[in-house]
């Protein structure tokens, strides 16, 4: 028996960040029984500060412990869990506290000439002790911190991207080794970043959340303050040109960071207080080499990295003294071609001028790109083994594998995860190429369920639901189209279906895989002061409870429409009034969980809405009287009908209708298999997966996607790009059928927050052969297998420690599984 996964607020081992009290959260591994009870104690500088005794029913997805902590503390813990059947294992691990509340000694610091990138710098005497070092700080826009001419910490695009106007995040680096007896160097490279760098499409904004670069530090030894910024610092020219996050990156070796004086002791201005960090850090994943260096028609030298994603490449320059070489992102070659038409007005650029010394590795600092392609202008040859595309996204795990017998499927799976993976840099982005990039919510909100499946996703939900709290407390309550918040244009409104559900869906999500209570805890105000908004919105409008007027992005990008344009055919206001009636329904159920009084409120508000929408917009049937794919899979989703299987048959025949080919747009898509699925339609849900030509999920795979696309035909058969302006080839919410994969295809799915409980229904289907999901959840390790071998099939189960398993094996009666694994 052992204890893996030692989390703090569902973070491992975290230094600096943001938390009230710990939430200790664990798995067992290697044991089939379940939990006696768990002891806890912690300590800080040697002395005991916290001991649980054994505690029965100590929570393993979340166990919250009132320990007032100090600022700037290293906590040791260890954790000892008893099983029933006797055994007992005990792990250590730690976590660090940052500034907290104390006030900081150094000052806000802004280089006086610099604009766009600044090095800001000090030397100052330390000697090395064992005690440990540690460099509280903050840069802005984007910051990496160097000491001693070394990088500090192995993240990138520090302090992120989070809600500037609310708070401005302070990172903790532990800086221990990398101090030296006698004179030492702190510099602070600036760069723009989303904060003071262009963003927004249409040529977007500069200056939205401030309108200079800033810097503050304190560098601390043991308890002793050796360095902190102030107007003594000096600012030097740095080598990076240019930079933002859309256009990427100019730096010029060949111009000497000469010194232009002291710095400046500024302020942001109209930015929240500086606290811990909330994000996780951005951290280098996969390395992959050129795969082929590209000589087009034209005479133009592309580089293939044979997969689209987010990150940036590093190279190697021998180049001669003042030579460039500039690279450009492109997603996709056209007739052979570098094409770069989609990324709009971003020019997603980097440009290397060199001083002529040789380097092994070049890189930019303050940008990142979406691309498969590179294009390579260089008057000097150049070789493709020199190249390496690094990918970059906020560190969380993959915490799934899936594989069945058809290669395309799997293929399908992998650009899923790979979509998810590139559009999770510090917000959950819409694409990471073009003029956009941003944390929309309602492509946010239709992935959800899909990333809590596949990565470990709590700490990056619980920072950008934190940002959308923010948000919505200046805007009534209403969730904004993107969180942070542009404010401006049509980008900056707020209230719009189903993007602001994002602020009830994902939390609600992030519950029921995590089962993190103290974390709903901490969202449920945001998730009622959406409920509420609508509310007091509607209700200004006499008549039943539904949502009766707004624009609505809706069914976003679905096909079913003969009217040209993004939006789909089914009334937004019959979406609209779906989702709130099913935001309701969440809230109630949440404020029934913690025993809040209001919960009747809200049990009440969701059963007018759902009798209003019965009343609108179903028949005596009880059928939906939209009569489109995503309106009939949402009458059984969120359960509106009262005829599910009723339903589900006629939205069968309306799939069979296309030729069972699908038409759903970003509503429909997510729920259109499992809605079939659920309703006994799931041979049909295997059909619609399995087509290969337009529209399917199977037809971008054939034409050599890596990633999951924006449009169903985003690549129009014949290779070209589909012109239209809103084009891109990585973005996430279709890959939502990942997830009805692993619940549906392989039928893993949580009966309660957290996979204490698990339901495992296996959907055997001969056309796939086999299928294999493996699960790393909040409970632990689950698998669940079919395999078919001539006549007979075979199963394999694993459940975790602590949880049990009702198995619904096709035409036998349930039955419960234990911890274990199982071979049928
Ligand atoms: C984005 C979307 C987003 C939409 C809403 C697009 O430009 O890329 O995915 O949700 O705008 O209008």
């Known amino acids: 028996m052992k204890?893996?996964?030692?989390?703090?607020?569902?973070?491992?081992?975290?230094?600096?960040?943001?938390?009230?009290?710990?939430?200790?959260?664990w798995t067992t591994e290697d044991c089939d029984g379940s939990q006696l009870w768990a002891a806890l104690s912690i300590s800080a500088g040697g002395e005991n500060v916290f001991d649980s005794g054994t505690v029965q029913n100590?929570?393993?997805?979340?166990?919250?412990?009132?320990?007032?902590?100090?600022?700037?503390?290293?906590?040791d813990y260890t954790l000892t869990v008893r099983a029933c059947g006797g055994e007992e294992a005990s792990a250590r691990s730690f976590f660090e506290t940052g500034k907290r509340n104390e006030a900081w000694e150094a000052q806000w610091i802004s280089p006086r000439v610099s604009q766009s990138a600044a090095l800001l710098e000090k030397s100052f005497q330390a000697e090395?002790?064992?005690?440990?070092?540690?460099?509280?700080?903050?840069?802005?826009?984007?910051?990496?911190?160097?000491?001693?001419?070394?990088?500090?910490?192995?993240?990138?695009?520090?302090?992120?991207?989070?809600?500037?106007?609310?708070?401005?995040?302070?990172?903790?680096?532990?800086?221990?080794?990398?101090?030296?007896?006698?004179?030492?160097?702190?510099?602070?490279?600036?760069?723009?970043?989303?904060?003071?760098?262009?963003?927004?499409?249409?040529?977007?904004?500069?200056?939205?959340?401030?309108?200079?670069?800033?810097?503050?530090?304190?560098?601390?030894?043991g308890d002793r303050l050796v360095l902190s910024t102030d107007e003594s610092w000096t600012e030097r020219r740095?080598?990076?040109?240019?930079?933002?996050?859309?256009?990427?990156?100019?730096?010029?070796?060949?111009?000497?960071?000469?010194?232009?004086?002291l710095v400046e002791a500024a302020c942001p201005k109209a930015c929240g207080p500086l606290q811990d960090r909330l994000s996780l850090p951005v951290k280098e994943f996969d390395r992959l080499p050129a795969m082929e260096l590209i000589r087009t028609p034209k005479g133009d030298t592309?580089?293939?990295?044979?997969?689209?994603?987010?990150?940036?490449?590093?190279?190697?320059?021998?180049?001669?003294?003042?030579?460039r070489i500039t690279l450009t992102a492109g997603e996709i070659l056209q007739d052979g071609e570098f094409y770069h038409d989609n990324y709009r007005t971003a020019k997603a650029e980097f440009i290397y001028i060199s001083d002529g010394t040789p380097r092994d590795w070049i890189r930019p600092h303050f940008t990142f790109y979406g691309f498969r392609y590179m294009k390579v202008d260089c008057a000097f040859l150049v070789a493709a083994e020199d190249f390496t595309a690094v990918h970059l996204r906020s560190a969380m795990p993959q915490t799934a594998r899936f594989e069945t017998g058809n290669t395309l499927v799997n293929q399908l799976f992998q650009n899923a995860l790979w979509g998810m993976k590139d559009n999770f840099l510090e917000v959950p982005t819409d694409c990471p190429q073009r003029d956009e990039r941003l944390g929309w919510t309602g492509d946010a909100q239709a992935i959800s369920e899909t990333a809590c499946q596949t990565l470990y996703m709590p700490a990056f939900y619980r920072k950008y639901l934190r940002d959308m709290r923010a948000e919505q407390s200046v805007l009534g309550g209403s969730v904004p189209n993107v969180v942070p918040r542009i404010k401006r244009d049509m980008i900056g409104n707020s209230g719009f279906c189903p993007w602001a559900d994002?602020?009830?869906?994902?939390?609600?999500?992030?519950?029921?895989?995590?089962?993190?209570?103290?974390?709903?805890?901490?969202?449920?105000?945001?998730?009622?002061?959406?409920?509420?908004?609508?509310?007091?919105?509607?209700?200004?409008?006499?008549?039943?409870?539904?949502?009766?007027?707004?624009?609505?992005?809706?069914?976003?990008?679905?096909?079913?429409?003969?009217?040209?344009?993004?939006?789909?055919?089914?009334?937004?206001?019959?979406?609209?009034?779906?989702?709130?009636?099913?935001?309701?329904?969440?809230?109630?159920?949440?404020?029934?969980?913690?025993?809040?009084?209001?919960?009747?409120?809200y049990v009440q508000l969701a059963a007018d809405i759902l009798t209003a929408i019965r009343e609108k917009y179903f028949d005596e049937n009880s059928l939906c009287v939209e009569k489109t794919q995503t309106a009939a899979a949402l009458a059984v989703v969120f359960g509106l009908t009262e005829k599910p299987q009723a339903q589900g048959d006629a939205l069968n025949e309306l799939v069979e209708q296309n030729g069972s080919h699908l038409n759903t747009g970003f509503v429909g898509t997510p729920i259109l298999c499992p809605a079939l699925s659920m309703t006994g339609h799931h041979d049909t849900a295997v059909t619609v997966l399995l087509q290969e030509d337009f529209p399917s999920w199977l037809y971008s795979v054939k034409l050599g996607a890596t990633t999951i696309w924006e449009r169903w035909n985003s690549v129009l058969p014949d290779?070209?790009?589909?012109?239209?302006?809103?084009?891109?080839?990585?973005?996430?919410?279709?890959?939502?059928?990942?997830?009805?994969?692993?619940?549906?295809?392989?039928?893993?799915?949580?009966?309660?927050?957290?996979?204490?409980?698990?339901?495992?229904?296996?959907?055997?289907?001969?056309?796939?052969?086999?299928?294999?999901?493996?699960?790393?959840?909040?409970?632990?390790?689950?698998?669940?297998?079919?395999?078919?071998?001539?006549d007979s099939l075979h199963y394999d189960f694993t459940v975790p420690f602590g949880a049990s398993a009702e198995l619904r094996l096709p035409g036998e009666t349930p039955k419960e599984l234990g911890a274990g694994s199982y071979a049928f």
């Open 3 to 25: 204890l893996t996964n030692l989390r703090v607020c569902n973070l491992s081992e975290p230094i600096g960040y943001a938390m009230d009290a710990p939430v200790f959260s």
């Open 58 to 75: 100590a929570d393993s997805l979340g166990w919250r412990v009132e320990l007032p902590l100090k600022a700037r503390t290293r906590y």
């Open 128 to 221: 090395f002790e064992e005690k440990s070092a540690r460099l509280y700080i903050c840069g802005l826009g984007v910051y990496e911190a160097y000491l001693n001419g070394e990088k500090i910490g192995d993240e990138y695009l520090a302090p992120g991207y989070h809600s500037y106007d609310f708070y401005l995040a302070a990172q903790t680096y532990d800086v221990t080794k990398m101090l030296k007896n006698g004179e030492n160097n702190l510099v602070i490279a600036l760069g723009e970043g989303w904060f003071k760098g262009r963003l927004g499409f249409e040529g977007g904004y500069t200056d939205l959340y401030g309108d200079r670069l800033y810097a503050i530090a304190e560098l601390w030894q």
């Open 238 to 261: 740095s080598p990076v040109m240019f930079n933002n996050i859309y256009d990427g990156e100019i730096w010029n070796a060949w111009e000497s960071p000469t010194p232009v004086g």
């Open 302 to 323: 592309i580089l293939d990295f044979g997969q689209n994603l987010t990150g940036w490449v590093e190279f190697k320059s021998r180049l001669p003294e003042g030579e």
């Open 502 to 601: 994002a602020g009830v869906i994902i939390p609600w999500n992030t519950w029921r895989y995590y089962g993190n209570k103290s974390l709903l805890a901490e969202t449920y105000p945001g998730m009622k002061a959406w409920v509420d908004f609508q509310r007091q919105r509607e209700e200004t409008i006499e008549g039943p409870h539904l949502v009766k007027d707004g624009f609505h992005f809706a069914d976003w990008l679905a096909l079913d429409n003969p009217e040209p344009g993004p939006f789909g055919a089914t009334d937004p206001l019959y979406i609209a009034s779906a989702y709130y009636f099913r935001c309701a329904q969440i809230v109630a159920e949440a404020a029934e969980l913690f025993g809040l009084p209001e919960a009747s409120e």
């Open 719 to 790: 290779g070209r790009m589909n012109p239209e302006g809103m084009n891109s080839l990585n973005h996430y919410t279709y890959g939502s059928i990942a997830g009805w994969m692993l619940s549906w295809l392989c039928g893993v799915r949580p009966a309660e927050p957290g996979y204490r409980k698990i339901i495992l229904e296996p959907r055997p289907d001969r056309r796939l052969g086999h299928a294999r999901a493996e699960l790393d959840t909040a409970a632990g390790h689950i698998v669940c297998a079919w395999r078919y071998e001539g």
